[in-house]
């Protein structure tokens, strides 16, 4: 019995002590792993290797989806995100790709029904308030105080999606045609609007190549003027609060009365409804067209299509009246990203991003887009860019969505302003159309 005792004491000394052991290396490697978070080296974005995935080496698939109509962008991208295997061997990276941002929003919208949403979610701004249920609040995630937009999009406090693109709005025009007709870069909206006519009145370019027939490329006119003449970056987001936003005096009525002008000056070519963007586009490449106007992201598109850049220029849109108005330029953020809350990976989502974001990923990611970068430290390389900043002198205005009480009047009236910007276009005047939608929008105000 004395023996047996002996014997059973033994074996529970080295039980207990390799039950210490084995707690007291848990321990250890929590510490080193909190330790890590914490310190400036890790938690940076600059330090892609340290910001590896988590310790454990279960074998996991994140998926990501994003829209885009540049076929290498895409490749790209898709190639990209394999190189994080190299950073944490047990996780790989499936991106699955989209041409068309509508279609990328239905399938997404049916996804969050069934609570199958991609780990990590490509979004517009627009979206946000759409989706930000189903999304994980960032905040605490060290890229964060590098973004230069993130903030400004914020849902209650907290932001979801971290944008990683951002562009201005431009008016694209040929140097030479200006110099053949000796035309002048204009600054106010008459001046714009008087360059339009010299152009028509010469007869030998279409003043302005607009592929009315697709609806979107007005945004820059019916979707934009409004925010810009306002003089406020979260206006849609203010006029939720107004019983009758469209009435005379407030800057929709000002501004649609500004873009009524521009209609119907005749200045858009003999079809402007006709026609798509893709025509229209190609009557501006190919020199028919004087004038258009789009984001950044036309530059490479043009240089595509036309071989180079060499007579390609650009110019703010001038909204405003009078040179006494500060010129403003509006920038639009895009390809936000973020971790949905329904994904089972959401320590390796967290982990990829921050490698994502750190400079020496995000430096090709912008240079591949050739847009603004969104990041502190990190410099876009886009010398068409570089050379309008030279040129032009500009206050920057953010496009902010409107909150979720203007989407749900908006949803519930179903604006349109593009497609009120094609009924413009046909002759629609704006005092048939506003007082109608002061009406719906006050009924649907009403209504909660």
């Not at 007709?181 to 008087?194: G, I, M, R, S």
């Not at 929709?252 to 025509?279: C, N, R, T």
């Not at 060499?310 to 971790?339: N, Q, V, W």
């Amino acid at each position: 019995m004395k023996r047996k005792s002996r014997v059973t004491l033994l074996l529970t000394a080295i039980l207990a002590s390799f039950t210490v052991l084995t707690a007291c290396g848990g321990n250890n490697e929590q510490g080193a792993t909190s330790s890590s978070a914490s310190s400036p080296a890790a938690s940076s974005p600059a330090a892609s290797q340290s910001a590896s995935a988590p310790s454990s080496k279960e074998k996991v698939t994140l998926k990501m989806a994003i829209w885009d109509q540049d076929n290498d962008f895409l490749t790209y991208l898709d190639e990209k995100v394999k190189e994080y295997n190299s950073v944490a061997s047990n996780v790989n990276v499936e991106l699955e790709t989209f041409k068309s941002d509508g279609d990328y929003l239905q399938a997404m919208k049916v996804r969050a029904t069934g609570n199958e949403l991609p780990d990590v979610m490509g979004l517009k701004p627009n979206w946000l308030h759409d989706f930000h249920e189903q999304l994980l609040p960032l905040d605490g995630e060290a890229y964060l105080a590098k973004n230069k937009y993130a903030s400004k999009f914020a849902i209650d406090g907290k932001v979801y999606a971290v944008p990683t693109m951002a562009f201005p709005e431009l008016v694209y025009y040929h140097p030479s045609v200006f110099q053949e007709l000796n035309l002048q870069v204009p600054t106010t909206w008459p001046q714009f609007l008087d360059l339009l006519k010299k152009i028509k009145d010469n007869g030998k370019y279409i003043p302005y190549a607009m592929g009315g027939k697709d609806a979107w490329p007005n945004y820059p006119f019916n979707e934009f003027l409004p925010q810009i003449i306002s003089g406020s970056e979260t206006y849609l987001s203010d006029i939720a609060k107004d019983d009758q936003p469209f009435s005379e005096g407030k800057p929709f009525h000002k501004a649609y009365k500004q873009i009524e002008q521009l209609y119907s000056s005749d200045v858009m070519g003999p079809d402007p409804l006709g026609i798509g963007w893709d025509q229209a586009t190609d009557l501006f490449t190919s020199k028919q067209a004087a004038v258009i106007a789009a984001g950044l992201w036309f530059a490479p598109t043009y240089e595509a299509k036309a071989g180079n850049i060499d007579d390609l220029a650009a110019f703010p849109m001038p909204y405003r009246e009078s040179d006494s108005e500060p010129l403003k330029i509006m920038m639009f953020t895009d390809h936000f990203y973020g971790i949905t809350s329904g994904s089972e990976h959401q320590e390796e989502a967290k982990a990829f991003l921050n490698w994502f974001f750190s400079p020496d990923v995000y430096q090709t990611y912008i240079d591949m887009h050739k847009l603004v970068s969104t990041f502190e430290g990190v410099e876009s390389n886009v010398p068409f860019l570089k050379s309008f900043y030279a040129s032009n002198q500009n206050e920057a205005f953010s496009y902010i969505p409107g909150d979720a009480e203007y989407t749900r009047i908006t949803n519930a009236i179903q604006l349109d302003v593009k497609a009120i910007g094609q009924d413009m276009i046909a002759g629609k005047k704006v005092d048939e159309i506003l007082p109608d939608l002061n009406t719906k929008w006050a009924k649907a105000k009403a209504s909660k």
